[in-house]
């Protein structure tokens, strides 16, 4: 037996391809909602508290948001730091506290709350030390959807930290006017033990905190910090610091750059 052969025409062929299109596109737009949907939730925004969209039950409201470990300790949520799994967190209500625990991705959440006044709380577990608030108040109304983060950094107060930035300095005199100058990102700078070898070199940021840098975990001990001034600057502080580092300290070390001409003064001031 033969199957009968079916022929199509250009144009039908055509045709045919379009209707393949169009049925697509629905397909398409559910795809691309569900992943903005999950990088949502893989990247919420740090320390705020914010409506979403999601909808509780009518007349209920809810309170979720992430822990995370906030590796360089700056408050944000930083690209590149991962969810803090396993933490805990209280939510407190007159006088029924509830708690409940972070996720594999630091999520937590309460659902179907009745509106009124909220305090939600993390418990900092030992070793770690918060960098934003522990304790924040939300207030919810029937229908409100709440989003509350909470930074952690891993502390051993036998370690220390040296950070800073690089920065612009427009009106080269050495010291950092924040407001006015902002950090320089893509700079190198290198730290070294007091013998002058190289321990490790690093990328000032770039994006937010722009033109900061950090060393972390440092035994206690002396250290020179050391900037290579980017192409085309020229520096308005000491381009290398001696830094004595005792158990727990976090020091600070900014160096500034200009891009001549200007009116600079000369190299070498002291670090404010
Ligand atoms: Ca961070
Ligand atoms: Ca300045």
Do not use: C
Request: net charge negative.
């Amino acid at each position: 037996m033969t199957l009968p052969k079916i022929q199509l025409s250009r144009k039908k062929l055509r045709a045919a391809l379009i209707l393949v299109i169009i049925l697509a596109i629905p397909v398409t737009l559910v795809l691309v909602s569900t992943n903005q949907e999950l990088r949502r939730r893989a990247a919420p925004s740090p320390v705020e508290v914010n409506p979403l969209e999601s909808v509780p039950l009518p007349g209920k409201g809810r309170i979720s948001g992430y822990k995370w470990n906030d590796q360089n300790g700056n408050g944000r949520w930083d690209t590149g730091e991962p969810a803090y799994a396993e933490g805990t967190i209280i939510i407190l209500s007159g006088t029924t506290p509830r708690e409940d625990s972070t996720d594999t991705q630091g999520y937590f959440e309460f659902n179907d709350l009745e509106p009124g006044d909220y305090i939600v709380e993390e418990i900092v577990p030992d070793g770690w030390r918060a960098t934003t608030a522990t304790s924040v108040a939300v207030s919810l109304a029937a229908g409100d959807d709440r989003e509350v983060n909470f930074g952690n950094v891993s502390f051993s107060p036998a370690r220390a930290r040296i950070s800073g930035h690089q920065f612009n300095d427009l009106n080269g005199d050495g010291g950092w006017d924040t407001a006015a100058e902002p950090g320089v990102g893509k700079g190198i700078i290198t730290l070294k033990d007091s013998g002058g070898a190289t321990i490790f070199s690093t990328e000032t940021w770039e994006g937010t905190d722009l033109g900061f840098y950090l060393f972390e975990k440092l035994e206690p001990g002396n250290y020179v910090v050391e900037e290579t001034v980017p192409e085309g600057f020229q520096s308005t502080t000491d381009s290398s610091f001696e830094v004595t580092l005792t158990a727990g300290d976090e020091k600070r070390v900014n160096f500034g750059v200009i891009l001549p001409p200007s009116n600079s003064p000369a190299n070498g001031r002291a670090n404010p």
